[in-house]
């Protein structure tokens, strides 16, 4: 295969992307109007999300064979891991969501078969396919954080949603997000036309499960 795996991905995705930008929960957490209600549900969901998400992780990294591919999987699982802990529980309890609705709180259909999509990839898959599931989630928060800071600088300064902004722009996030692509770049040099196309659908499956799960939250909140 010649160019990257990476651009290949974006290519197949820009439509879909720019919707992101154009999405109404998107630019309300951008002009700071959107409904807290709607936002508290978004993040019980994102909380349940991210459980299953770590499990991705998990199935990829029984496919792997050498150490450096089972560090590199342990500190992305980690890393998901602490941001739950660090970002999404204490933001629930800032809103007001209280530790029973945090307990009973049950996954809606779309983010269910979300990552029921995710871990089929990862479970039927290998490495690169499991990582490729994975990334779609990665990518797009990092370029959703990215790209909307640009049309709405002052998105970051806002009381209620700043902080999310701030999460997913912060050099950390974005520098985790472009070494994942690194990595996925590496282990996809040389792949054939046929693994490249199941690539492809898996990354473009997700990315229209990431568009389900905006309009889930804007539809259910
Ligand atoms: C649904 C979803 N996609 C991506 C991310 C980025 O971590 C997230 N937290 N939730």
């Not at 979300?114 to 396919?129: E, F, I, K, P």
């Amino acid at each position: 295969m010649s160019g990257k795996l990476s651009d290949y991905l974006l290519y197949q995705v820009e439509d879909l992307w720019q919707g992101y930008l154009e999405h109404p929960f998107i630019i309300g957490m951008a002009t700071g109007e959107l409904e807290e209600r709607k936002f508290s549900y978004y993040l019980l969901q994102d909380y349940l999300y991210l459980k299953e998400y770590i499990k991705v992780f998990a199935v990829t990294l029984s496919k792997a064979d050498d150490f450096s591919e089972i560090k590199f999987l342990l500190d992305s699982m980690n890393d998901i891991f602490e941001e739950t802990f660090r970002v999404h529980v204490p933001y629930m309890k800032r809103l007001g969501i209280s530790e029973e609705e945090i307990q009973s709180v049950q996954p809606h259909p779309s983010n269910i078969n979300y990552t029921n999509d995710m871990l089929l990839a990862a479970q039927s898959g290998d490495v690169l396919d499991g990582l490729v599931a994975i990334l779609s989630c990665s990518w797009s928060y990092a370029y959703i954080a990215r790209e909307t800071l640009k049309i709405y600088p002052t998105a970051m300064q806002d009381e209620r949603y700043g902080e999310w902004f701030e999460g997913y722009y912060c050099s950390e996030y974005q520098l985790g997000n472009e070494e994942l692509i690194q990595h996925i770049n590496q282990l996809a040099q040389g792949i054939t036309a046929e693994k490249r196309e199941r690539l492809a659908t898996i990354f473009t499956n997700c990315s229209q499960h990431e568009m389900n799960f905006w309009d889930m939250a804007w539809q259910q909140g």
